[in-house]
């Protein structure tokens, strides 16, 4: 800053001075509207859902895991059925645990081996 030498350039200085203060001050009190409207758990809740759903490695997970409990649950419904049998109700659910664990662990290995029966299956529809 410069020397003041005269009441002309202190009231020009002061001046400055305020308009610089008023200036900051509104730009403090946008960032604590900022800060405040961000702390709000409904914003929380829903700047972390927005991250998770855009994370793609969290919706492979989500899928993947999907498509192993629906395995799991179809094989325990084509083992059990309807019967009211304990012995088999309880076979069903270990059945229905591993196939969830397993499909769950090895969905790529599936969705490739998907792939390629699904490639057979048009090779021979051309080939005909």
Request: proline share 2%; no cysteine.
């Amino acid at each position: 800053m410069q020397a003041i030498h005269t009441s002309t350039e202190l009231k020009d200085a002061i001046k400055l001075l305020e308009v610089e203060h008023d200036l900051k001050g509104k730009l403090f009190r946008e960032q604590m509207y900022l800060t405040y409207d961000s702390l709000k758990p409904v914003n929380i809740i829903k700047n972390t859902l927005k991250d998770i759903s855009s994370s793609p490695i969290f919706i492979d997970n989500i899928i993947d895991n999907a498509i192993g409990l629906g395995t799991g649950f179809l094989t325990k419904k084509l083992i059990v059925g309807t019967s009211t049998n304990p012995f088999r109700n309880i076979l069903g659910s270990i059945i229905q645990f591993g196939v969830t664990n397993i499909v769950a662990q090895h969905t790529q290995t599936i969705k490739s081996l998907g792939k390629y029966i699904f490639q057979i299956i048009n090779k021979k529809e051309e080939e005909e």
